[in-house]
């Protein structure tokens, strides 16, 4: 976890639109998670990481805080439901939108540096 | 110390709540991050089974000096096969539950991954019991 990326530096990199959480870009990114299976991303990812989805309801966030996520960032150009940014500010977690499908936000965020997290 | 909550089927909008009031009450008692996190991962799979299959549901927490132990209840159609019920992959949720991501099949498959003790009960037609055991790793000194 050495690259030093903030959630700040992933909204430049992506250009993508800060939906909400706009207090916390600056937490750091540890690793990063990528799944639309809501136990997948329980079991798989960690404290500070990153996670990209598809996944537009308010459930997502109560993953992201129960994981301790540095930012959850939605794909493929769906806009996250009305109750889901709510509950993102709620709880403090930066929600990133972006038109770019899933395998593009992957590709740009390991070219930044962030792995994925291995778990034995 | 002993935490309860209630949890509704079909309550998305609350659904998680309780495994991260669960998780939080932990981490300020002084439980370690990997123990917190493990049991904060068996409380939601158990939260998010009776949310998605049953009517309503209690997720108890038993918080004790060597183990926490994470009591699921609920008044639901039950489960008639266990065994398949513990397998990868398999749900029986509907079409429109696996469009949100859940129903995976991965629930009581994680439940079981993240406890030292893992027990199912279930009566069709009634409702569902889980008792799942995390051991508190030993403290230095003691």
């Known amino acids: 976890m050495s690259h030093g990326v903030r959630v700040r530096d992933i909204v430049d990199e992506l250009e993508c639109e800060v939906a909400a959480g706009s207090g916390q870009l600056d937490n750091k990114v540890a690793f990063g998670y990528s799944s639309d299976l809501l136990s997948d991303v329980m079991a798989g990812a960690g404290q500070g990481d990153v996670w990209v989805t598809v996944q537009i309801h308010q459930n997502i966030v109560a993953v992201g805080a129960l994981t301790g996520l540095s930012a959850i960032i939605v794909a493929g150009g769906a806009g996250p439901a009305h109750d889901t940014v709510i509950k993102a500010d709620d709880e403090g977690i930066p929600l990133l939108t972006t038109s770019k499908p899933s395998f593009e936000v992957v590709g740009i965020l390991y070219r930044m540096g962030i792995r994925g997290r291995v778990r034995e | ?142």
């Open chain 2, 1 to 142: 110390m002993r935490l309860e909550y209630h949890v509704s089927g079909r309550d998305f909008q609350a659904a998680g709540g309780a495994a991260a009031k669960t998780k939080r009450a932990l981490r300020q008692i002084g439980i370690d991050a990997e123990t917190a996190r493990r049991v904060g991962i068996v409380a939601y799979e158990a939260e998010m089974n009776i949310v998605i299959h049953a009517y309503r549901g209690t997720v108890g927490i038993d918080i004790l000096p060597e183990r926490v132990i994470i009591y699921a209840d609920d008044e639901g159609p039950g489960i008639s096969d266990i065994a398949l019920a513990m397998q990868v992959g398999y749900s029986t949720a509907s079409e429109d539950i696996r469009e949100m991501g859940f129903g995976a099949g991965l629930g009581l498959p994680n439940m079981k991954r993240y406890s030292d003790e893992l027990k199912v009960t279930s009566q069709v037609g009634s409702g569902t019991s889980i008792r799942a055991v995390i051991n508190l790793p030993a403290k230095e000194g003691s």
